[in-house]
């Protein structure tokens, strides 16, 4: 069954299992496109099971081909409409695990958490990257408190508890949360 298809992939459920497929871009040359599809493809499988063995919940890889990654089917709500100040703490503290194995999420929405028993998951790693330095990860969580402000109610409450989560579990969180402020207003100067 035919789920979703984006700007990179498309994703369908076979099996019981969700495989997400990198589709060529025909404005790159043949070899090129191959060769970056395929380092992507790995890169992103590479990212999911690395933040696993780091304590974040995401889903289990189970192959993985030059495009083709198929993964665990993670059946559950997604954050986007269940989310609340709890969730939100629990949310800051994955990604502060995340962050702490150096990995950038990239695509850090309520829409890429989903809430399966009472477990929180993150999935579509197929923006992340390695990167340690403050600015990546500060624009990572700007990008989650922009979702918070843009399509929930109660933002700064779940921002708060978010950071509370953050704080706890990763050691340079307040350098980060200085530097989504930084963000925040070269936005709005920008603007």
């Given at each position: 069954m035919f789920l979703a298809s984006g700007a990179e992939a498309s994703i369908e459920l076979k099996g019981g299992m969700i495989i997400?497929?990198?589709?060529?871009?025909?404005?790159?040359?043949?070899?090129?496109?191959?060769?970056?599809?395929?380092?992507?493809?790995?890169?992103?499988?590479?990212?999911?099971?690395?933040?696993?063995?780091?304590?974040?919940?995401?889903?289990?890889?189970?192959?993985?081909?030059?495009?083709?990654?198929?993964?665990?089917?993670?059946?559950?709500?997604?954050?986007?409409?269940?989310?609340?100040?709890?969730?939100?703490?629990?949310?800051?503290?994955?990604?502060?695990?995340?962050?702490?194995?150096?990995?950038?999420?990239?695509?850090?929405?309520?829409?890429?958490?989903?809430?399966?028993?009472?477990?929180?998951?993150?999935?579509d790693f197929g923006l992340a990257y390695y990167d340690k330095s403050i600015e990546a990860q500060g624009v990572d969580v700007h990008?989650?408190?922009?979702?918070?402000?843009?399509?929930?109610?109660?933002?700064?409450?779940?921002?708060?508890?978010?950071?509370?989560?953050?704080?706890?579990?990763?050691p340079k969180a307040g350098q980060v949360l200085a530097r989504v402020k930084e963000i925040e207003a070269r936005g709005r100067y920008?603007?």
């Amino acid at each position: 069954m035919f789920l979703a298809s984006g700007a990179e992939a498309s994703i369908e459920l076979k099996g019981g299992m969700i495989i997400k497929t990198r589709a060529p871009k025909r404005y790159r040359l043949r070899e090129l496109d191959e060769g970056i599809r395929r380092e992507r493809t790995k890169m992103e499988a590479r990212l999911i099971s690395e933040a696993r063995r780091w304590g974040v919940p995401t889903p289990v890889i189970y192959d993985v081909t030059d495009y083709v990654i198929a993964m665990e089917y993670i059946e559950g709500e997604p954050l986007k409409k269940v989310l609340t100040r709890e969730l939100s703490e629990r949310v800051g503290e994955l990604v502060g695990r995340l962050h702490s194995c150096g990995i950038v999420h990239g695509d850090l929405t309520t829409s890429n958490l989903i809430l399966k028993q009472d477990k929180i998951y993150l999935i579509d790693f197929g923006l992340a990257y390695y990167d340690k330095s403050i600015e990546a990860q500060g624009v990572d969580v700007h990008v989650l408190f922009q979702t918070y402000e843009s399509t929930h109610e109660d933002p700064e409450g779940l921002i708060q508890a978010f950071t509370n989560g953050y704080t706890r579990v990763f050691p340079k969180a307040g350098q980060v949360l200085a530097r989504v402020k930084e963000i925040e207003a070269r936005g709005r100067y920008a603007k």
